[in-house]
Structures are given as structure tokens and as C-alpha cells.
């Protein structure tokens, strides 16, 4: 699979499944359609209260869509525990145009100028398929999770799909289901209608708390 346009890709997305490829080396992608697959409620969202108070106290200065492509990079990058990347350039090109259909969007984190977490997703009617997300700095991906969770709140978004459960989700709730109930969640969500942009760019660590902890 080489000629993978965007139109096919949102398609395919709608359908519940989703393009990896084998490493950052290889050409080729494959189609994953998990048997069970990973989703965190945004209504019963945990947000630990050291990382409350890590919000609060502001250490990091977060935007929005600031760098797509570099947050992809960044994700791709080789991790400290040695672990591989299904991200190659392909896939890197292709979730760039869908940034630029305004179909995927990315939560950066900065320390000073540098790019220190972050995340990156897509955006299909009330549905954001998180795809993955990088730290280098405490707490960074976890406080990009927290603003992509207020921004999807805020947004009217009803499910965020994280494809797999790792043990750095389920910490905020992240569960998984069925196939067939996971595509049934789905075609319910992909007719809604979310608004990524809702959420001001530069909503306050208060603000964003406060639509983390709102009701749904």
C-alpha cells in the first residue's frame, strides 16, 4: 500500500481502521483494525492532582497547530527504552495534508524555545483519533493530553480513540472495547460535528481545567 491519497485515508478512518507502517525504513503500510480497541471517555477523563497542580503552576508554554510536521518528527524519533516507530515519511507526508485540510491537528509544549512534548491526531466529525505523542521534559506529554482533552470538551467532541492502551493512558481512564462496539460508537460520533478550534489558543492553565473537569 503506496498510493495512499488523504481522501482514502479519512475514508478509512471513518471505517474504523487505520494505516503503520513496520518501521521508519520501510515503504510500505499495512491496515490495523484491532480486535479490541483502546478509547479514554472524555467524561471520566482523570486528571491526577499533581498534574492539576503541574497545570497551574505553568511551567511549559503550550500552543496549538504552532508545527505539525516538526510534533510528527518528534514522535517518530527513536525512544529512550530503545523501541522502534511505525511512523515513516510517507505516513509523515500524508498527516501533513490532512494538517492542511484541517483534518489533523497537533498540541505542542515548549520550554523556552525548545520543543520539549506534544502530541498530534486526527479530526473527523465529532471523532479525534490520537496517534501518538512524544516527551522530553516531566510531565510534557501528559500536560498535551490534558489541553487536547479540554479542547475536544470544549469542542463538542464524544470520542477519543487512542487505538491501543498503554500504561501511561489507562492512568487517565483510557479503556478498551470491542471492535463492534468501538465501530458502533464510531458511526454515531463521525455525523457529529467537533470544533477543534472552539478552545482559544491561548486559554489559561485555570480555563483548561475548568472544561477538563465540566460536565459532558
Not at 46 to 75: K, N
Not at 145 to 152: K, T
Not at 191 to 199: D, I, K, N, P, S
Amino acid at each position: 500500500m503506496t498510493d495512499l491519497d488523504t481522501e482514502t485515508l479519512l475514508q478509512a478512518y471513518a471505517y474504523g481502521v487505520f494505516p503503520m507502517a513496520e518501521s521508519a525504513e520501510s515503504d510500505d503500510l499495512f491496515w490495523v483494525d484491532p480486535e479490541m480497541r483502546g478509547v479514554l471517555p472524555l467524561d471520566t477523563f482523570h486528571i491526577p492532582r499533581r498534574l492539576q497542580r503541574t497545570i497551574r503552576s505553568a511551567p511549559y508554554r503550550v500552543t496549538v497547530d504552532h508545527c505539525f510536521r516538526d510534533v510528527m518528527i518528534a514522535c517518530a524519533s527513536p525512544r529512550g527504552d530503545g523501541s522502534g516507530t511505525w511512523i515513516n515519511d510517507t505516513i509523515i507526508d500524508l498527516y501533513c495534508q490532512l494538517h492542511q485540510r484541517n483534518h489533523a491537528h497537533s498540541i505542542e509544549v515548549w520550554d523556552g524555545e525548545d520543543l520539549v512534548g506534544g502530541l498530534y491526531g486526527v479530526s473527523l466529525g465529532a471523532v479525534f483519533f490520537g496517534e501518538s505523542m512524544f516527551s522530553r521534559a516531566r510531565d510534557a506529554s501528559k500536560i498535551a493530553l490534558a489541553y487536547l482533552v479540554a479542547r475536544l470538551k470544549c469542542g463538542g467532541y464524544t470520542l477519543l480513540d487512542t487505538q491501543f492502551v498503554t500504561s501511561h493512558l489507562s492512568q487517565f481512564g483510557a479503556i478498551e472495547i470491542e471492535r463492534d462496539v468501538y465501530k458502533l460508537k464510531l458511526a454515531h460520533a463521525i455525523v457529529e460535528t467537533g470544533r477543534f478550534t472552539q478552545l482559544s489558543s491561548d486559554a489559561a492553565p485555570a480555563e483548561i481545567l475548568q472544561s477538563i473537569t465540566q460536565a459532558s
